[in-house]
C-alpha cells in the first residue's frame, strides 16, 4: 500500500528565513511525488512534482523540493520565507501500479512570522 | 477559462436529509475525483471515476454516491446514511493520456449539517 508521512502538524518560520516542510513516502516501484498548497476554504494548488530526473525539482512561488530515494523523502523547502506562504501543504503520491489513485499526507500548516 | 466548479461553495442540511454536490470541469480530463477533507486528516478519497458511466468506490464511499453521465459532470450525494457528513468536500480532475500529470482542483464545498 501507499502512505505518505508529514511528520510536523506545525511548521513556524520567520519572514526572510529558509522554511522546510518535511514528506517521507512508502510505495512499491517508483513514486510520482506532488505537493500542494492550501489557503483557508479554498482549493488545493499545485507547486510542484517529482517523474524522474534531476533530484531537486522548481516550482510556484520559488519553492523546490529535493527527491531522495534512500531516504524515501521528497522535503518542500523555500530559500526566504514570506508571510503570504503562510498555509497548509500536502505532499502527495502516486505509483504507477496503483493505477491513477493520489494518495495525501495528513498535511503541515506553516506559519510565516513578520 | 479552462477549470473545475464546485457548488454550492457552503451547504447546510438537516439531518436526514441528501444533499447533492456539484462539480463540472471543462479541461477535457477523462478522470474526476471526489475528496473529504476533515482537519488533520489530509483527503481521503470517497469515488472516482475514470471514464463516463463508470466509477469507482474509494476507501470511504459508505453514505455517498455518484453518477458519472457526462464528461464533465461527476455530481456527489451524500445520503442520509452518512453518519458524519460535515466536512470540506473537494473535486478534482486528472487526464491519463499524460501520465505524469497533477490533479487539479475545485475551490471546494463545506457541507454543514445542523
Known amino acids: 500500500a501507499q502512505s505518505v508521512a508529514q511528520p510536523e502538524d506545525q511548521v513556524n518560520v520567520a519572514e526572510g528565513n529558509p522554511l522546510t516542510v518535511k514528506c517521507t513516502y512508502s510505495?512499491?516501484?517508483?513514486?510520482?511525488l506532488f505537493w500542494y498548497v492550501q489557503y483557508p476554504n479554498r482549493g488545493l494548488q499545485f507547486l510542484l512534482k517529482?517523474?524522474?530526473?534531476?533530484?531537486l525539482v522548481k516550482g510556484s512561488y520559488g519553492f523546490e523540493a529535493e527527491f531522495n530515494k534512500s531516504q524515501t523523502s521528497f522535503h518542500l523547502k523555500k530559500p526566504s520565507a514570506l508571510v503570504s506562504d503562510s498555509a497548509l501543504y500536502f505532499c502527495?503520491?502516486?505509483?504507477?501500479?496503483?493505477?491513477?489513485?493520489?494518495?495525501f499526507g495528513p498535511g503541515t500548516r506553516l506559519s510565516v512570522l513578520p | 477559462d479552462g477549470g473545475i466548479t464546485q457548488s454550492p461553495k457552503y451547504l447546510f442540511r438537516k439531518e436526514g436529509q441528501n444533499v447533492t454536490l456539484s462539480c463540472e470541469q471543462n479541461?477535457?480530463?477523462?478522470?474526476m475525483y471526489w475528496y473529504r477533507q476533515d482537519p488533520g486528516q489530509g483527503l481521503r478519497l470517497i469515488y472516482y471515476?475514470?471514464?463516463?458511466?463508470?466509477?469507482q468506490k474509494g476507501d470511504i464511499a459508505e453514505g455517498y454516491s455518484v453518477s458519472r453521465e457526462k464528461k464533465e459532470s461527476f455530481p456527489l450525494t451524500v445520503t442520509s446514511a452518512q453518519k458524519n457528513p460535515t466536512a470540506f468536500y473537494l473535486c478534482?480532475?486528472?487526464?491519463?493520456?499524460?501520465?505524469?500529470?497533477?490533479?487539479?482542483f475545485g475551490e471546494g464545498s463545506r457541507l454543514t449539517v445542523l
Open positions: 502527495a503520491v502516486r505509483a504507477l501500479n496503483y493505477g491513477q489513485n493520489f494518495v
Open positions: 510505495v512499491s516501484g517508483n513514486p510520482y
Open positions: 517529482y517523474i524522474t530526473g534531476d533530484n
Open positions: 479541461l477535457n480530463h477523462d478522470a
Open positions: 471515476s475514470q471514464i463516463v458511466n463508470d466509477f
Open positions: 478534482a480532475t486528472y487526464t491519463p493520456t499524460k501520465n505524469t500529470g497533477e490533479l487539479f
